[in-house]
């Protein structure tokens, strides 16, 4: 029995490990630091994060806006990844104790959870202020081109 909770939270853990990189990563590519964004404004560039915001027909001074609201968010975010990575760290050296301690491990997701929670919150947050700095006409803009690249990420999927 303590086998079979043993390779189980092991595999909750790598299963946990896995989505973390892979928010981590999707974050990184959306909301990228302002110092390695693209300043080219004469062609979107598809790994500028501000390039759809552009299909939208947004103003230098939006861009700008956006470009600093996004550079915030990978500032606070970076010391939220740090505390994150260190709880998973906790917990993961917890899964290896000869005997596990259920009351601290349990309490360490917990944090975890709060942790993200908070991360979640405060993208949400972020696309919320950005959304703000839009006019109507730039959000429907910004909706379509947003779908159009979801479908052509989903076809590229199939392939």
Not at 116 to 129: C, D, G, T
Not at 142 to 157: G, H, T
Request: some cysteine; overall charge positive.
């Amino acid at each position: 029995m303590i086998l079979s909770t043993k390779n189980l939270i092991r595999s909750a853990f790598a299963a946990l490990v896995k989505n973390i990189a892979v928010i981590v990563s999707t974050c990184t590519i959306i909301l990228a630091p302002s110092a390695v964004l693209s300043q080219d404004n004469a062609s979107p560039d598809n790994n500028d994060p501000v390039a759809v915001y552009k299909e939208a027909g947004i103003t230098a001074e939006q861009e700008s806006t956006i470009r600093k609201l996004a550079q915030e968010y990978d500032q606070e975010s970076a010391v939220r990844l740090q505390s994150l990575a260190q709880m998973l760290t906790e917990l993961k050296d917890m899964t290896y104790k000869p005997v596990l301690d259920e009351n601290a491990m349990l309490a360490k997701q917990g944090e975890i959870n709060k942790l993200q929670s908070e991360m979640a919150i405060q993208r949400i947050k972020l696309v919320i202020k950005i959304r703000s700095l839009l006019s109507p006409a730039q959000n429907e803009k910004l909706v379509a081109a947003l779908q159009n690249r979801v479908r052509s990420e989903e076809q590229v999927k199939l392939r």
